[in-house]
C-alpha cells in the first residue's frame, strides 16, 4: 500500500466537472511528477488531497494517506493532518508568505499549531528547518522579513514552512515557475535532497515536462480533468504524451536567410536610475541598469537576448523601442537614431513593434479587438480610414490565424494562445520590419507554445522579419534564434552564434545558466 | 447585495423625482404664508403638517430637494471636472515636479477642516447657495485627483498601455482612451458618495445660515426653525431630517451596490 493512494477521484464545483477518474499513488520516498496544461485539474487534485477546495465543490471516490481515508475525515481531524502529515509548497513565494511576520515565526507557526512546545522550543524547531533548506542561522536570522530575501530565499522559507515537522507527503504545486533558472535548479535540487533524507513522498506539479522528468520516479499525465497516462518518463507512449514531449521541445521550421547587413545597432547604451536618497540631505544614489552595451541584430535574423530577471533585458528593450532615453550611447534603426532631441523618432517607431508577455495584461478590456489591432496606426501619417483600415484589421487577423470576424468582438472572448496571436497582429499590422518578443511565449501552455513559435517563423519567413526574442527560457531560445546574447548585471557578457554558445559557452555565466536549464532526457 | 443597490437607487430616485416634480407641481406655494394654519401636524390637507410660517413642509421638502441636489451635483461636478484631469496628469507624469505640485496641493487642502473653510468662504464671500456650491466643490477636487492618481498608476504600468506607448500615442491620448475608461467604474461609486456628502454638506452649512438663503427652502435651514420648537412640533424637524438621512443612505447603498457590480473581482468573488 502506498502513503497516498488516490483511486477514481472526481469532483464537481457548482455544476462543473473539474476531475473525472483520477487515480494514481505517491509512495514513501518517491517523486511523482503531475503534469498538464492551465485547466488541466492537476492544482486541484492537489487540493483534493488536503480537502482546501472552493465553496461548492464536492467529491467522489478515494483518497487514502496512509490506509486512512481523507474524503471521510471531519475538519478538526484534516486540520491536524495538513501542515502536519502533509506539507504544501505554493508557486508564489511573494504571496505565500505574510510580509508582516518574521520569517522564524511563520516557520515556528506550523510548529505551534501542531505540538504542545513553548515558543522557545517551537523557534529552535523554526531554525532547525531553515538550516535543513539551506538558510542558515549565522546569515539568514529567524528574525529576518520576507521582503529582504530574494525569490528563491523566499521559496526556502516556503519549503521550511510544509517540512518543519517532516510530514510523510508534501506536495508541490509548481514550485519553480515563479523562479529563473538556476535558483529553479537549485530549489530541485533542494527538494530532491529533502525527500531522500526524509523519506518523504512529493507530488511534483509541473507543467513543465523538463523540470519534472529529470527529478520524478513517474510521471502522471493530466489533461481535461483525466489522467491520460502514467508511467516512467522514457516509457511514455500515450499519442498526448508524445505530442506533450514534441511540443516542449519544439523546433519550428524557418528557411532562416540572415543577411550581413545590420538592421539595429545597439552602440555602448547605458541606462541608470536614481535610487532613493539616503536621508533628507544625502544624494540620491545611481543604479546602471544597462551598462555599455553593444550589439546588432542582422536584417532577417532571429536574435535570442536571455538573462534572468533584473539583468536589464526589459530596460533595454524599452529603450530600443523608444519609451526612455538612454543616458549614453546610441541606438540605430538602418542607420536612424531612436530619439532625436530627446524626442522618439517616429519614422524609427513604425519601423518595429512589439508582442510582450502577458496575454492577460496587454489588451485593454474594453476595447473591441479591432480597435486594438489598429492601435499602431497611429504611427502612420496616411493610416488608412473606413474600408481600408477594416480590411487591413482582417488581413492582420487572417495572417495570424483568426478570422475577420474576430475584430468585433472584446479581448476577454479569447484564450490566451488566441490573444497572443492578436498581439502579433497588432504588432504585424504597420508591416514593421524588426519586431521585439518580449516573453512572448513564457506564460503559454507548451502545444500553444509550439504554435506560436511556428506562426512566428511562418511569418518570419513570408515577410522577411527580424526578430529580437528576449526570454528567460534557454530551451526556447536555442530551438529558435540564429545568434544569442547572454546578459547579465546589465552587460552583455557572451554572444555568438546559438548552437556554438550553447554548446561550448565561454563565460562562466553562460555554463551556469545552461548548466540549470532542466533538460528533457534524450532517450525519449 | 443586488437588495441593496436596487433600495438605495428606489431612495435615490424618490427624491430626485420629487425635485424635478416641484418645479411643475408642488401642493401649496412656498412663498405664501398662511399664518393661520401654523405649526399644524400632519393631516390630511398637509400631509406633512405646516411650519411656524404656516407653509406646507411636503412641498418645502420638495422644493429643498431641489437646492440639495443641484449643490451636491455641482460641487461634484467640480470636483470631478478638475479633480479628474489633474489626477490623470499626476500619473501621467508620475514622479515629476507636475506631479508633485499636484500631489501636495492635495495635501494641503485634505489638511483643512473642510466645513470651516466653506464657513470662512461664505463669511468672506456672503452667504448663497453659489459659494456653498465652490465652497464643498473644492473640497471634492483632492478626493478625486488622488482616488484617479492612485487607480492610473497601476494602469500606466499595464502592458496594453506600454503598447499604446510603442504606437506612438502621447500622455494625453493615453490618459483619453486608455486609462479613463478603466476608472470610469470607480469615479461613479466615488461620486455617488461625494454627492451624499454634498447634500450633507449642504444640510450643514443651510444649517449655520450660510447656505440657500430664504425663502428658497433648504433641508438644512428647515431644520435649524425648527429647533426652538421640537418640543410641541416634533413633525418640523422630523421630515426635513428623514429626508437628509434617506437620501444620504440612499446615495450610500447605491455606491456600495454600484461598486460590486462594475469591479470584476468582487463580481466573480459573489459567484
Not at chain 1, 471 to 497: A, F, K, P, W, Y
Not at chain 2, 196 to 210: D, H, P, R
Request: glycine residues 10%.
Amino acid at each position: 500500500m502506498s502513503l497516498l493512494e488516490i483511486e477514481g477521484l472526481g469532483l464537481r464545483i457548482g455544476n462543473v466537472t473539474v476531475l473525472e477518474e483520477v487515480t494514481f499513488a505517491v509512495g514513501a520516498g518517491e517523486i511523482v511528477g503531475v503534469i498538464g496544461e492551465s485547466g488541466s485539474g492537476k492544482s486541484m487534485t492537489a487540493l483534493s488531497v488536503m480537502q482546501l477546495l472552493p465553496q461548492g465543490a464536492s467529491c467522489t471516490g478515494r483518497i487514502t494517506l496512509a490506509g486512512r481515508d481523507v474524503l471521510a475525515m471531519k475538519e478538526r481531524t484534516l486540520c491536524r493532518v495538513r501542515g502536519k502529515e502533509v506539507g504544501m509548497v505554493f508557486q508564489e513565494p511573494m504571496t505565500a508568505l505574510n510580509p508582516l511576520q518574521t520569517i522564524g515565526d511563520q516557520v515556528a507557526e506550523t510548529v505551534l499549531i501542531h505540538e504542545r512546545v513553548g515558543r522557545a522550543e517551537a523557534m529552535s524547531r523554526a531554525a532547525e528547518a531553515l538550516a535543513r533548506v539551506e538558510l542558515p542561522q549565522d546569515r539568514f536570522p529567524l528574525g529576518r522579513y520576507p521582503h529582504e530575501l530574494s525569490g528563491g530565499q523566499r521559496q526556502r522559507v516556503g519549503i521550511a514552512m510544509a517540512i518543519a515537522l517532516r510530514p510523510s507527503l508534501l506536495i508541490a504545486d509548481e514550485p519553480t515557475t515563479a523562479l529563473d533558472v538556476t535558483t529553479q535548479a537549485e530549489v530541485l535540487r533542494l527538494l530532491k535532497r529533502l525527500v531522500q533524507e526524509d523519506g518523504m513522498g512529493l507530488m511534483l506539479i509541473s507543467h513543465d515536462l523538463g523540470v519534472v522528468a529529470g527529478m520524478a520516479d513517474r510521471i502522471v499525465i493530466m489533461r481535461q480533468g483525466r489522467v491520460m497516462e502514467e508511467g516512467r518518463f522514457g516509457a511514455l507512449s500515450h499519442p498526448y504524451s508524445l505530442k506533450l514531449v514534441e511540443a516542449s521541445d519544439h523546433v519550428p521550421e524557418r528557411e532562416g536567410q540572415a543577411g550581413e547587413a545590420p538592421l539595429l545597432e545597439v552602440r555602448d547604451v547605458v541606462r541608470e536610475y536614481a535610487t532613493p536618497r539616503q536621508g533628507w540631505l544625502g544624494k540620491p544614489g545611481v543604479f546602471r541598469a544597462v551598462d555599455g552595451v553593444s550589439f546588432d541584430v542582422r536584417r532577417g535574423e532571429n536574435l535570442g537576448l536571455v538573462g534572468e530577471s533584473g539583468c536589464g533585458k526589459s530596460t533595454l528593450t524599452r529603450a530600443i523601442l523608444g519609451l526612455e532615453e538612454v543616458q549614453g550611447g546610441t541606438i540605430r534603426l538602418d542607420g536612424q537614431p531612436v530619439f532625436v532631441g530627446h524626442r522618439p523618432n517616429r519614422d524609427v517607431r513604425r519601423r518595429m513593434q512589439v508582442v510582450f508577455q502577458d496575454p492577460y495584461g496587454s489588451f485593454n478590456p474594453r476595447h473591441k479587438v479591432g480597435r486594438l489591432v489598429a492601435e499602431p496606426f497611429h504611427l502612420l501619417d496616411d493610416a488608412p480610414t473606413g474600408e481600408a483600415r477594416e480590411a487591413a484589421v482582417a488581413e492582420a487577423l487572417e495572417s495570424v490565424g483568426l478570422k475577420a470576424e474576430d475584430a468585433g468582438k472584446y479581448i476577454h472572448e479569447f484564450s490566451g494562445g488566441q490573444r497572443q496571436r492578436i498581439a502579433i497582429a497588432r504588432a504585424l499590422i504597420i508591416r514593421p520590419e524588426l519586431i521585439i518578443l518580449d516573453e512572448a511565449v513564457s506564460a503559454l501552455d507548451v502545444q500553444v507554445r509550439a504554435q506560436i513559435l511556428d506562426l512566428l517563423a511562418g511569418l518570419s519567413d513570408r515577410l522577411g522579419l527580424t526578430y529580437l526574442f528576449i526570454s528567460h527560457d534557454l530551451s526556447v531560445v536555442r530551438n529558435v534564434t540564429d545568434r544569442v546574447l547572454v546578459m547579465q548585471d546589465g552587460r552583455i557578457v557572451e554572444q555568438g552564434g546559438t548552437e556554438e554558445v550553447f554548446t561550448r559557452p565561454r563565460h562562466a555565466y553562460t555554463r551556469q545558466l545552461i548548466a540549470a536549464v532542466p533538460k528533457l532526457p534524450r532517450s525519449a | 447585495m443586488r437588495g441593496a443597490l436596487i433600495f438605495g437607487a428606489c431612495l435615490s430616485a424618490v427624491f430626485a423625482g420629487a425635485a424635478v416634480l416641484s418645479f411643475l407641481w408642488v401642493p401649496y406655494d412656498i412663498e405664501a404664508l398662511d399664518i393661520a394654519n401654523k405649526i399644524q401636524p400632519p393631516s390630511a390637507a398637509h400631509p406633512l403638517g405646516t411650519d411656524h410660517f404656516g407653509r406646507d413642509i411636503l412641498s418645502m421638502i420638495m422644493v429643498g430637494a431641489r437646492t440639495s441636489i443641484a449643490v451636491a451635483l455641482v460641487a461634484v461636478g467640480i470636483g470631478m471636472g478638475l479633480g479628474v484631469p489633474l489626477g490623470l496628469a499626476a500619473a501621467a507624469r508620475r514622479g515629476s515636479w507636475l506631479d508633485e505640485v499636484i500631489s501636495r496641493g492635495n495635501d494641503l487642502i485634505f489638511a483643512f477642516p473642510s466645513l470651516l473653510i466653506a464657513i470662512m468662504i461664505t463669511a468672506v464671500f456672503g452667504p448663497s447657495a453659489v459659494n456653498a456650491i465652490i465652497a464643498i466643490g473644492i473640497f471634492n477636487i483632492p478626493v478625486f485627483a488622488r482616488l484617479v492618481r492612485g487607480a492610473a498608476m497601476s494602469l500606466w504600468t499595464r502592458e496594453y498601455v506600454l503598447a499604446a506607448r510603442v504606437a506612438g500615442k502621447g500622455a494625453v491620448r493615453i490618459s483619453w482612451e486608455h486609462i479613463l475608461p478603466n476608472v470610469a467604474n470607480l469615479l461613479i461609486v466615488q461620486g455617488t458618495i461625494q454627492f451624499s456628502l454634498g447634500i450633507l454638506a449642504e444640510a450643514g452649512l443651510s444649517y449655520v445660515g450660510l447656505g440657500a438663503q430664504p425663502p428658497v427652502p433648504s433641508w438644512g435651514r428647515m431644520l435649524a426653525d425648527s429647533q426652538t420648537m421640537i418640543s410641541f412640533a416634533p413633525h418640523m424637524a422630523l421630515f426635513p431630517g428623514l429626508a437628509i438621512l434617506l437620501t444620504v443612505l440612499g446615495l450610500n447603498l447605491m455606491g456600495d451596490g454600484l461598486r460590486d457590480l462594475l469591479d470584476p473581482r468582487l463580481r466573480r468573488a459573489r459567484q
